[in-house]
């Protein structure tokens, strides 16, 4: 039986990893940062699995990692998917999310080294955000009309042009893996995972919070007229209103409006549960390396609202929304499209949902 440890798996992607290779018949050990209250939510399935081990630990100290890897050094996979990973609060405690992201990755490698753990294989990962405003152009063949667009893309190629504290802390850790690749002959790889959602994902990120306030909002209705209809609503500056025919004595009831920051954004969306079967892959090659991993897609968060509200039966959704300049970013990434030509060839991986799929997932589960 394989052994893999999972820094980061109370996250997203960590429960997501964990499902995969307890499938794959793994023993898993989930290092875990103690805190006064419950972080293991996305795990609470998992917890009493006989092969899931779930053990105390901090990536930011160094003592603390050392002695995980000490304990478990015939260990043959390590995964460090732990970060400080929302791009807007890396502005506002970026020396913490140094600390998790940059210096965390280094903690393992250099534990790893110290111990001479040369049979375990490690995975980084890395984020498209690293690449900020930089991508490539390719041109592409010209449709039937003779018409011929510029494509932007980025790739395993593209110059990283970091745009926060959080993609300059990931691309240091980026360069680490591949340095202890390198220069000391570690089997490492990191993958550069575009923008990944799902119904795990933190209700702070915008995929999850247009989603769960579509839910919330579908609960409220509901409450006094029948989910179909929006005839009857109206609408002020910040608030949504209803005037409750049913309930004696209430003039209106109103619910909050959504609040987000820019529109405009293109990202490359994903579903985390097909990324971590990439992560897997990679360390299951002879040659370790560095890969995107991507839908090859582009949409605007004005897109997926586009996509959310018409599976509630709203086509027009701009007074259902406020744009508020207080989430824009000091430094925004406005253009995201992977190429996971790479991994296709040589991992054989490709998504498996859509973005219409994506959406669908998110908005029935909060619905």
């Given at each position: 039986?394989?052994?893999?440890?999972?820094?980061?798996?109370?996250?997203?992607?960590?429960?997501?990893?964990?499902?995969?290779?307890?499938?794959?018949?793994?023993?898993?050990?989930?290092?875990?940062r103690?805190?006064?209250?419950?972080?293991?939510?996305?795990?609470?399935?998992?917890?009493?699995?006989?092969?899931?081990?779930?053990?105390?630990?901090?990536?930011t100290?160094?003592?603390?990692?050392?002695?995980i890897?000490?304990?478990?050094?015939?260990?043959?996979?390590?995964?460090?998917?732990?970060a400080?990973?929302?791009?807007a609060?890396?502005?506002?405690?970026?020396?913490?999310?140094?600390d998790?992201?940059?210096?965390?990755?280094?903690?393992?490698?250099?534990?790893?080294?110290?111990?001479?753990?040369?049979?375990?294989?490690?995975?980084?990962?890395?984020?498209?955000?690293?690449?900020?405003?930089?991508?490539?152009?390719?041109?592409?063949?010209?449709?039937?009309?003779?018409t011929?667009?510029?494509?932007?893309?980025?790739d395993?190629?593209?110059?990283?042009?970091?745009?926060?504290?959080?993609?300059i802390?990931?691309?240091?850790?980026?360069?680490?893996?591949?340095l202890?690749?390198?220069?000391?002959?570690?089997?490492?790889?990191?993958?550069?995972l575009?923008?990944?959602?799902?119904?795990?994902?933190?209700?702070?990120?915008?995929?999850?919070?247009?989603?769960k306030?579509?839910?919330?909002?579908?609960?409220?209705?509901?409450?006094?007229?029948?989910?179909?209809?929006?005839?009857?609503?109206?609408?002020s500056?910040?608030?949504?209103?209803?005037?409750?025919?049913?309930?004696?004595?209430?003039?209106?009831?109103?619910?909050?409006?959504l609040?987000?920051?820019?529109?405009?954004?293109?990202?490359?969306?994903?579903?985390?549960?097909?990324?971590?079967?990439?992560?897997?892959?990679?360390?299951?090659?002879?040659?370790?390396?560095?890969?995107?991993i991507?839908?090859?897609e582009?949409?605007?968060?004005?897109?997926?609202?586009?996509?959310?509200?018409?599976?509630?039966?709203?086509?027009?959704?701009?007074?259902?929304?406020?744009?508020?300049?207080?989430?824009?970013?000091?430094?925004?990434?406005?253009?995201?499209?992977?190429?996971?030509?790479?991994?296709k060839?040589?991992?054989?991986?490709?998504?498996?949902?859509?973005?219409?799929?994506?959406?669908?997932?998110?908005?029935?589960?909060?619905?």
């Amino acid at each position: 039986m394989k052994k893999a440890i999972i820094f980061g798996i109370t996250g997203q992607d960590g429960s997501h990893l964990v499902d995969l290779l307890l499938k794959k018949d793994y023993h898993v050990i989930g290092v875990i940062r103690r805190t006064s209250t419950d972080s293991t939510p996305r795990i609470k399935h998992v917890l009493d699995d006989p092969n899931f081990e779930l053990i105390q630990g901090d990536i930011t100290d160094a003592h603390s990692v050392i002695q995980i890897l000490k304990k478990h050094e015939n260990v043959d996979e390590i995964y460090n998917l732990a970060a400080q990973s929302h791009v807007a609060v890396s502005f506002k405690q970026p020396a913490l999310t140094w600390d998790v992201t940059g210096k965390g990755c280094l903690n393992i490698l250099q534990s790893m080294s110290d111990l001479a753990m040369t049979k375990a294989r490690f995975y980084q990962a890395s984020s498209s955000e690293m690449f900020g405003s930089s991508f490539d152009t390719k041109l592409p063949l010209a449709d039937n009309k003779g018409t011929q667009s510029v494509e932007k893309y980025q790739d395993e190629d593209t110059k990283f042009l970091p745009q926060s504290p959080y993609a300059i802390a990931k691309c240091a850790a980026h360069y680490m893996t591949r340095l202890f690749r390198e220069g000391y002959g570690f089997h490492a790889s990191a993958g550069i995972l575009f923008n990944h959602e799902g119904p795990r994902r933190g209700e702070d990120f915008v995929t999850r919070k247009i989603t769960k306030w579509i839910g919330d909002f579908l609960r409220w209705k509901t409450t006094y007229k029948d989910e179909t209809d929006f005839s009857d609503l109206t609408f002020s500056e910040d608030d949504i209103k209803i005037y409750p025919k049913s309930a004696e004595g209430v003039l209106y009831s109103k619910f909050p409006k959504l609040r987000l920051g820019n529109l405009e954004a293109f990202r490359d969306w994903g579903y985390a549960g097909d990324y971590v079967e990439a992560m897997w892959l990679m360390l299951q090659q002879d040659v370790p390396d560095d890969y995107v991993i991507c839908t090859g897609e582009t949409h605007t968060i004005r897109e997926f609202l586009d996509v959310a509200f018409k599976l509630i039966g709203i086509d027009e959704w701009e007074s259902f929304v406020v744009v508020d300049k207080r989430f824009y970013r000091p430094a925004e990434v406005d253009y995201l499209r992977g190429s996971n030509a790479k991994a296709k060839q040589r991992l054989g991986w490709e998504p498996k949902h859509s973005f219409e799929d994506l959406v669908k997932l998110m908005v029935d589960h909060d619905s």
